[in-house]
């Protein structure tokens, strides 16, 4: 990668930490310092962690949209003063329902699409993964950093110290994003990218890609489920908040290795099986929360099964949902992948929330092992697609070649399994066999320039 693609991929993926250690860090916290409140309820408390799901899931394709007719860095500036604003907001509640109006205005900075945009229209058609492999890698870096710093801020500073330094943060990423992210210097093709409102209401009425919304959607309902009660379980059990991310490292960093053996096995075309087995272990673990008055030791076994199926379903999803999806069309596909992922947790949130207030802590887990019952059926039979299936798009050379004899050309090359033409771009997009299609002679064959 040149330096224009270095920076700006690890200053993209630096705003992305901080956006997301904003959401995810009251997580860990707020159910056991939301009771401080005077408006208490069990009902707040889930609406609070969850509520910043509804917005994401609601502005998601919209704000991705709105970056091609603005420009991404302006809507990137807009989402984050939006964030920057909730967490104001959430900050100086004096009551929780403040909280969740701010949670919810801290959602609506949804400008994952527009950063994506961005890194690829800064990249290079080549470089475009590693590109998009740092921000993702720092996605997932995130969400286990805030499971560690929220407990520790959240001691010193309180619940409001939380939302202070994430508003702080937010505000730190403007100047970064305006005078640090370098300014898009080939605009890449947006079908890989961004969602197109016409190819959305085609893809959900697809029946695998709809069976994968469904399911990230259930894991993270889930995930929020587990960290509303999560908490004030560890709490019963004689450990202070702010000694939570003891608890929380080893579990992650075994879970985490646990995964790679995981993913070793889905490789050797087991992927059906271990995408089962992965929601065995979260409706095990949540079934097994709510049975048993386990002691520590157990408890912390219990939680180190669900995050092992967590983690394995959280990072082999996506990669499934971009095999499936169309050439042309995986910006569509994702963007409806990331609401329903989003909506999830807003209902995961309102959900337990909804059951704690009116029944118990028991049943919520119960309902939530019987979902990853109902899961299996759901996903069952479903493939990850071949995991020799690549996509590139290419930006035809129209003095080389007209574009429909480029388009003939390229649908007669080895490999080409689906092929978009997108005439207004002057691009193809393609899903092919990297055993069989080569790059290289394609480009050469078409005179397009590097």
């Known amino acids: 990668m ?8 690890f200053s993209l993926a630096t705003v992305y930490v901080l956006r997301m250690l904003g959401l995810f860090m009251v997580m860990p916290v707020l159910a056991v310092l939301a009771v401080s409140y005077p408006d208490y309820s069990p009902l707040l408390v889930g609406l609070a962690i969850g509520g910043y799901g509804l917005t994401q899931a609601l502005l998601q394709i919209p704000m991705g949209l709105l970056s091609d007719r603005l420009g991404r860095k302006p809507v990137i500036v807009l989402g984050l003063s939006c964030f920057a604003l909730g967490s104001l907001v959430a900050a100086q509640a004096e009551t929780l329902q403040w909280v969740v109006i701010g949670r919810i205005l801290q959602g609506a900075g949804a400008v994952a699409g527009a950063v994506m945009a961005l890194a690829g229209d800064i990249s290079r058609e080549n470089q475009r993964p590693k590109v998009m492999a740092i921000i993702g ?22 619940l409001p110290g939380v939302f202070w330094f994430t508003a702080v943060a937010a505000i730190a990423c403007i100047p970064l994003v305006l005078f640090v992210v370098p300014s898009a210097q080939n605009l890449s093709p947006s079908g ?10 085609s893809l959900l009425a697809d029946k695998s890609l709809l069976r994968l919304n469904v399911s990230v959607a259930l894991l993270h309902l889930l995930m929020t489920l587990m960290f509303v009660n999560l908490p004030k379980r560890l709490l019963e059990l004689d450990w202070p908040l702010e000694d939570h991310w003891m608890l929380y490292l080893p579990v992650l960093l075994l879970s985490v290795l646990a995964m790679a053996v995981l993913m070793r096995f889905g490789k050797q075309g087991k992927q059906g099986r271990v995408i089962n087995l992965s929601i065995v272990l979260l409706g095990v673990s949540l079934a097994a929360m709510a049975w048993l008055q386990a002691p520590l030791v157990a408890l912390l076994l219990f939680c180190w099964l669900f995050f092992t ?16 999806a169309p050439a042309g069309k995986k910006g569509s596909a994702m963007g409806a992948y990331a609401s329903f992922q989003f909506f999830g947790a807003f209902v995961g949130g309102a959900l ?33 697609g071949s995991i020799h299936l690549k996509r590139y798009s290419l930006s035809l050379n129209s003095e080389a070649m007209s574009v429909q004899d480029s388009l003939a050309l390229v649908s007669r090359m080895a490999g080409v399994r689906d092929i978009t033409l997108v005439e207004a771009e002057q691009v193809l997009y393609l899903k092919v066999d990297s055993r069989e299609f080569n790059l290289q002679q394609a480009r050469q064959q078409l005179g397009i320039i590097s």
Do not use: H
Not at 2 to 9: F, I, P, V
Not at 309 to 324: C, H, R, T, W
């Open 309 to 324: 199926g967590f983690n394995y379903l959280e990072a082999n999803l996506p990669a499934m949902v971009s095999s499936l």
């Open 2 to 9: 040149n330096n224009t693609e270095l920076r700006g991929a």
């Open 352 to 384: 337990s929330g909804l059951l704690n207030q009116y029944a118990n802590e028991q049943f919520s887990y119960m309902l939530a092992a019987l979902l990853c019952l109902g899961w299996l059926g759901l996903i069952r039979g479903i493939g990850g």
């Open 137 to 158: 890698i720092a996605i997932g870096f995130s969400f286990y950093l805030a499971l560690l710093l929220g407990p520790l801020l959240a001691e010193k500073f309180g």
């Open 192 to 201: 890989d990218t961004l969602p197109k409102l016409s190819d959305v209401g």
